[in-house]
């Protein structure tokens, strides 16, 4: 029950942080950076991937049954798009991924900088149980689990239940651990790190899973709509925004729930130990 308050009051202290101008504006730099990173790359690739997506497609047992597919289902005429919506659903995780560790690096910091200034957490000693150097490896490590995860099971995400399943665990998972270590890093030593993540794992899970369903609505609208297809450079800076909004969010919801749970732990801490020390002068006594 404690945790379930503690994330409804950290759900409520996140939206309410988003309606800040400075939040707005750390959702837009990751935003830009990206945007204009991977636009500059499809534009290079766009045709190259093309032609060898529509080579592998025309002699792949895959395409024959896709194709088989859209005939039987009267969509015969839609071959056309088969390559661009496959290089599309190719591109979508990996952007999604490259923006939520950018924020997880530049934008995090410094959210969690504005929090810890607040009176309820102003008083959290830092212990620096994380360094910059683990960080990049924890990141770095988790995000190669997250890629091949995706690519093996990116052909399922064409069967209407899993594109709504596999999303939100996959970006849920990444989420939950790179903004944990992030909130932690400064003011958790790795004890306090560990225990937090132990005890709470599930709840911190939910709002991985949770961040990342909010996240599947525009890679579901983005993946599977021939109109987003035609519009993709419009639809594509919509979406990445969308993606932007919603990682810093989770940022937030992260970093009340855990700097919340850090304080409490430090306190029943503190207080086993004052009672101990009582119990101690008073048997000396």
């Excluded at 597919?69 to 995780?93: C, E, K, N, S, Y």
Aim: aromatic share 16%.
């Amino acid at each position: 029950m404690k945790s379930f308050n503690r994330l409804i009051k950290s759900f409520g202290l996140a939206l309410i942080g988003m309606m800040s101008p400075r939040i707005i504006w750390l959702s837009f730099r990751p935003f830009i950076i990206v945007s204009i990173a991977w636009g500059c790359l499809i534009w290079l690739c766009w045709s190259p991937a093309l032609e060898i997506l529509s080579a592998f497609l025309t002699n792949s047992l895959f395409s024959g049954w896709i194709q088989e597919g859209l005939i039987w289902t009267g969509f015969d005429q839609a071959r056309a798009w088969i390559a661009p919506l496959f290089f599309v659903m190719l591109i979508i995780p990996l952007i999604a991924i490259s923006l939520l560790v950018l924020i997880a690096f530049t934008t995090a910091p410094s959210i969690i900088r504005m929090i810890t200034r607040q009176a309820a957490y102003s008083d959290l000693a830092y212990l620096h149980g994380g360094n910059l150097i683990h960080g990049i490896f924890y990141a770095v490590w988790s995000t190669c689990i997250c890629i091949i995860v995706t690519l093996v099971t990116l052909p399922v995400w064409w069967l209407p239940p899993l594109v709504a399943v596999l999303p939100p665990l996959l970006w849920g998972w990444l989420t939950m651990r790179l903004m944990s270590y992030d909130v932690l890093a400064s003011h958790a030593s790795k004890n306090e790190r560990d225990l937090l993540l132990l005890q709470y794992r599930w709840p911190l899970l939910f709002i991985g899973v949770a961040s990342g369903m909010l996240s599947a609505i525009p890679t579901f609208f983005w993946a599977t709509s021939a109109f987003a297809l035609i519009l993709f450079p419009v639809f594509s800076f919509m979406a990445l925004w969308i993606y932007s909004l919603i990682f810093v969010f989770s940022a937030l919801w992260f970093a009340h729930f855990l700097l919340d749970s850090l304080k409490e732990m430090r306190n029943e801490n503190l207080d086993r130990s004052l009672r101990a020390n009582i119990g101690v002068i008073d048997a000396e006594l």
